[in-house]
């Protein structure tokens, strides 16, 4: 059975769509913890970060740095943070987390309320900010 994430790579489920190339696929986190929370995953569906062939998990740093990159460009946040948990869906996936200043939580376990208005703007925003 598909995972949720390829659904929403085949369009099945809707999303806020940030980026995507032939091999990965990002979005914002419709449970963020900070606006502009993304997820970047591989279009292939592995459930295992580390099971993830060299090429897949070099390919997935690398687009995620851009995504990143992007997300600081569009928001000003200070940085964008990394965490990869990897229990909640099983298909491979980076989180980035906008940090909007210091001292700002970063667990997985907290949600953000953003109006569905908002996260289109923010995936618009980082989305025309990336250099793919």
């Known amino acids: ?4 994430f390829s659904k929403i790579i085949n369009g099945e489920i809707p999303c806020y769509k940030i980026a995507e190339d032939e091999h990965y696929f990002s979005f914002l986190d419709i449970n963020p913890v900070a606006e502009g929370h993304t997820l970047v995953i591989p279009k292939k569906e592995i459930d295992y970060l580390f099971d993830l062939d060299e090429d897949t998990l070099t390919g997935l740093i690398s687009f995620s740095k851009k995504v990143a990159l992007g997300i600081d460009k569009a928001l000003g946040c200070i940085r964008t943070g990394v965490i990869v948990e990897g229990m909640e869906v099983p298909h ?8 909007h200043f210091e001292g700002q939580p970063m667990g997985l376990g907290r949600k953000t309320e953003i109006s569905k208005e908002r996260m289109q703007e923010v995936a618009e925003l980082i989305s025309k900010a ?3």
Do not use: G, K, Q, T
């Open 1 to 4: 059975m598909a995972s949720v």
């Open 92 to 99: 491979a996936h980076v989180h980035l987390v906008p940090i």
């Open 130 to 132: 990336i250099e793919l």
